[in-house]
């Protein structure tokens, strides 16, 4: 049994779950067709404007009035960077002079708004410092590479010079190798004579002392009278220059042939001279 009204008004009905359901899975479908349908990079939602329509101004940087325009140098040094990195580029790429003309382009466009550009003096004093450091490194490193190619230079000498003293070095060795063998074929050869000296000495008696002072001369004056060295010297002379002698010319010679086999045979033996009573015989 229901309870009764206290009004006659309608119920009201309760909120039918399947109606919510159906509308959630309605904004679902579509939101799933949009994003399907939308491209993959969804812009970004822009920024609305200020009220009034006017643009938001920046803020003022604090000491922005002491601001100065960038000089000429710090404008030339910008030139110079952008050069180089042109140049850089260039080089990593095929050269093309279309790429080129668009590239100083820029730089001319890019140089032109920074004159018009103003900077603290803190940082256009960094900027001109930066340039002259760049300067001085560049300058670092130019004579880095001379004195590098110097440097290479000295090594190959160096080089260059310690073979031709390996060169000379092992000509000096096969020089010394060989006077050290002619050395030691020397010192045998010097062995085996000695050797042969003391297997065949020569084993003479010792000579006598000379004890008798006399010459041939002495012997001839002992064996002829002073008196008659003349007459027989004339003899001797006489029957030398005739072809045929006679009998007693002969004999004469005989006799003086042996007494000069008796007179040399006592001077090699040393032996006083015997005066006999050939004398006589002798002188004929």
Known sequence: MKPVRGSNRASSKAPSRNKSQKKAKVKSDGGQEQSD????????PQKRKAEGGQRSVPKEVKGQDKWKVLPPSSICAMENIMDLSILTTLTMKRKDKVSQEHLNLLKNRFLAHCTQLKAPVQKHARLVYSS????????????????????????????????????QTASL??????LRD?????????????????????????????????????????????????????TLGE???????????????????KHAQLLFK??????????GGNDDAFLG
């Open 37 to 44: 349908d939308s491209p993959i990079h969804s812009k970004p």
């Open 132 to 167: 002259q450091q760049h300067q001085e490194e560049t300058r670092k490193l130019a004579a880095g590479k001379l004195t590098l190619r110097s440097l290479k230079e000295d090594l190959k000498a160096v080089v260059s010079a310690l073979e031709n003293v390996e060169e």
């Open 173 to 178: 060795e096969k020089t010394c190798r060989l």
């Open 182 to 234: 002619e050395l030691e074929e020397e010192e045998k050869k010097a062995a085996q004579i000695l050797q042969i000296r003391d297997q065949a000495g020569l084993k003479l008696p010792p000579v006598p002392p000379h004890q008798d002072d006399s010459t041939l001369e002495t012997h001839l004056r002992t064996i002829i009278p002073v008196s008659q060295h003349e007459t027989t010297a004339r």
């Open 239 to 257: 029957i030398l220059q005739k072809p045929e002698a006679s009998e007693e010319e002969q004999v004469l010679l005989r006799q003086a042939h």
């Open 266 to 275: 006592t001077l090699h033996s040393n032996e006083p001279w015997s005066e």
